[in-house]
């Protein structure tokens, strides 16, 4: 035990660092783009204006209202203290509704429709990868490729694809939105069903194009488990080849799992196309238009769920690893 | 260990489940109004709480995009479209104005107001009588104290309006219940602007005293509290409420009892129970759910109109090309302070280089008129802004396009050549290259834009197209840091053509550092600066023509900026696979009226809500 604990306080310090590092840079890289955020709110507030002093005033009201008057470190001081008490501030495109109710709000329809595509995608590009490997055959000369072209696919294109055909020509399943364009949202089965129905297009998009990237690094992976030594030697002991494979599989998933981390760590700005195309509520597109509309607390607070998610799903793939993989454990511990 | 690993596995797929239930769960936070809001919102033959039913319910797109921000007409940033948008010809479902601008005629009908606003003899004072049937949704009348009350309030917590607004408007005033006189800001005697006075009345929201006193009390006068204030529970005397607002769509429920039924106003109901809104990413979502018949009246540009027009069930205002009526025209400025555009010869052979039959043709996909079929001025294309200019007066300065030879002369002239055989020419030594700009994206204007550019290169002068993200470029535009830049002035209003001649030309910009209004450019003009000065006060029509036609000939003479095309202030399609009568060219309302363009919400265009039928029925 006394391993683990040396390994694993080692492992949160630089963890702490990289987080401060990034709070950092969250805050000051969307401040340093070109663009003045209020002269977009400001824009829209003139038309129709005539008197100069008018919109001057606007435009200065809602710089005092920003706070981007104030000098950068008082700004960055601020943010700090009020995202300690878990407040991201007021955005400025949607003022003054403030970022964790914009958040709050989205999140959720982008995590229901990343995570279960995501893990499904990684579960069946890594069982399409085991088995090209193993079985070879029709998996390894056609499902793989086929699915090898697919990822190669930029999101869009499969999104499109999709759109257009099971949605437009074939009318399967609805072009967009998150439920129904007449629902009233509520709990009722109706509604659920609806939900559920709209949601299959954007979920496979993702899938789809999450199979094949997985898939080949599986089957890498396992073709070389499979011609290790430990595999021929436990062969030439008559150890029956279900339960090599058992092992073969097991120490090729390690750097699949370090995969499977990384991209749930970056689901929240992963999900943009998927969500423009489909009109699918989330936080893809608040992400989008803050970045264009310069909605730095927006920004800032989106990049912070991410650098955390990434940081949490990291730090949980080193804890697993040192009880899946007791070579890591043994390295660490020395 | 494998089993473990099957477990690890086995979690996180239970966690994936859990979570796409938590969608469903989700759905809980959406805020539905109406059950609290009054007693008239409940009704026995849509007792379905899960949708709204496709024949109560109209549906519209490309008005409403990302999820509302408040219900306040004193916030500057509600991003309600449907709800709160105040503008010459407001949108008038909720909250409702003293009147409506119709711009066919470019005049204003009464609405919360009854009979005309009467000007007393030195245009001092405007008087306004308010309609006794006018009621809000509580049941209380409106009166000249909520009509007092609102500009009280907007110049004591300076919303944009109020700061806009003081500049014109001494002050408002209930002469009895009934009675709302307006008192003009004066100088030297005289009314400084009647027409911003006259603007103030279709464009502004009448907010109920007793509510407004309520958000005064619970934000204890703070004004930033009050334009910040969500105002969730409205108290407003429109024909619809809110009732779902959430980050997929917006819904209105008709006001059963709403005032306007009496025989004073529309003397029915509108038509639709219940006004939809769903909320596209973008125009190609909106246009796929436009043609599905999932959307009923679309304000989204569409290329292929021509197309789906053929298909039968999608029409237009006008039955063919240009299919709208152009309020407006997106133009392109020049910045006289970069050398070389400092010479007219220069903005002029650009202007008349410019293919604008192949920017109508292929960047507006026909959608406007062209300028050999409505002359250019400073006019848009509606038949009362027409009236007010002499197209004769001023044939020898228009032009029409796609003169490269004429350009070419002219910079010959101007001693503007090409010294060094590069293709491009100098001025006082200098190659002349610029940019043209707009937002990245708008990509009728980016089209626009690049037939600009290639008109530039044909005649040799250097233009790059250069499509920043919009908050880039509206700084580029705000602070006068470009040399061609694209943008709208003002589109119709009772204003209107003043306060467009006003964002064109007028000097009294120079002087302000950032400023997003007008003349982006510099231009400075004296003649101008006095014709814009006597026009708001003059009535007599002849007079009214005699400077509009002079203003028009000095803008295409000095050209500080030249349109590109004609364009609708709302794009209006609809889809009539539910809903048909829609207002198209000639459609009148009951009273005879003639019904705009204007998506059946703004301004007169809400007659439309009233006249429209299901295809198959009522």
Known sequence: ???????????????????????????????????????????????????????????????????????????????????????????????????????????????????????????????????????????????????????????????????????????????????????????????????????????????????????????????????????????????????????????????????????????????????????????????????????????SACTLIITIMVLIANLIVEILYGFIDPRIKAAQQE | MSNRLKKICVFLVAIAMLASLAIGCNKTETTTKGENAGKDTTSSDTADKDSTPRNETLYFNGQQWGAINDWNPLSSNSNNALGVTQKDSSRTLTYETLYMYNMLDGKMYPLLASGDPVWNDNQTTLTIKINPD??????????????????????????????????YIDSIKAQDASTVVISAKLKDGKTINPLKVLEYIPRQFVMQKAYLQKVEQRNGNDATKMKTDKMDDLVASGPYKPYVANDQKVVFQRVDDYWGKAASMWGKLPVPKYIAHNMYKDNAAGDVAFKAGEVDVSQQFISDVPSMIAGGKISTYLPEAPYNLGATMPTAWFNLEKPGLDQVAVRKAIAIATDYDQIIKTAMSGQSASFKDVPRSIMNTTPGEQALVDQAALKTVQWTGNDVEGAKKLLDQAGIKDTDNDGIREYKGQKLSFKAECPSGWSDWNASLEIVAAAGKAIGIDIQTYFPDANTFYDDLSNQNFDIAMWSPSAAGISNPWTRAFQLMSSSYNSVKTQMIGNFGGYSNPTVDKLLAEIPATTDQAKLKAAYTELSKIYLTDVPSFSLMYRPELFYTVNESVWTNFPQQGSKSEKGIEIPPYDLTDGYGIAGLYTIKLVNGK
């Open chain 1, 1 to 299: 035990m006394k391993g683990y604990k040396k390994y694993y306080t080692k492992k949160i310090i630089w963890y702490v660092i990289t987080l401060v590092i990034a709070v950092i840079l969250n805050f000051l890289l969307p401040r340093l783009m070109p663009g003045d955020p209020v002269s977009a709110i400001a824009a829209r507030t003139a038309v129709g204006m005539t008197s100069q002093t008018a919109i001057q005033k606007v435009y200065e009201d809602y710089v005092k209202a920003f706070g981007i008057d104030k000098p950068i470190y008082v700004q960055f001081f601020n943010y700090i203290t009020n995202a300690l008490k878990g407040n991201f501030g007021v955005s400025f495109i949607y003022y003054p509704r403030t970022v964790s109710d914009i958040l709050a709000r989205s999140i959720w329809w982008t995590v229901c429709l990343q995570l279960p595509a995501i893990i499904v995608g990684w579960l069946l590009g890594n069982i399409l990868g085991a088995v090209a490997a193993y079985i070879k055959g029709a998996w390894d000369k056609a499902v793989l490729p086929v699915f090898l072209f697919l990822s190669n696919m930029p999101a869009f294109g499969m999104a499109i694809i999709l759109q257009f055909f099971f949605a437009v020509y074939l009318k399967w399943f609805p072009a967009s939105l998150g439920y129904g364009y007449d629902m009233i949202p509520n709990l009722s089965l109706k509604f659920i069903g609806s939900i559920i129905y709209h949601y299959q297009l954007p979920f496979w998009s993702i899938v789809l194009i999450t199979i094949g990237g997985q898939a080949i690094g599986m089957r890498s992976m396992s073709i070389y488990e499979l011609n290790a030594d430990y595999v021929k030697y436990s062969r030439f002991l008559g150890i029956k080849d279900r339960k090599i494979v058992k092992y073969v599989f097991r120490n090729a998933m390690l750097p699949q799992i370090t995969g499977l981390a990384l991209s749930l760590g970056t689901m929240v700005g992963g999900a943009l196309v998927a969500e423009m195309i489909f009109s699918y509520p989330g936080l893809g597109t608040t992400l989008l238009s803050a970045i264009t509309g310069r909605d730095y607390p927006v920004i």
């Open chain 2, 134 to 167: 006018a009621k809000w949704w509580d049941g209380t009348p409106v009166t000249a104290d909520d009509v007092a009350y609102t500009w009280d309030v907007n110049v004591k917590y300076e919303s944009a309006a109020g700061a806009d607004y003081s500049n």
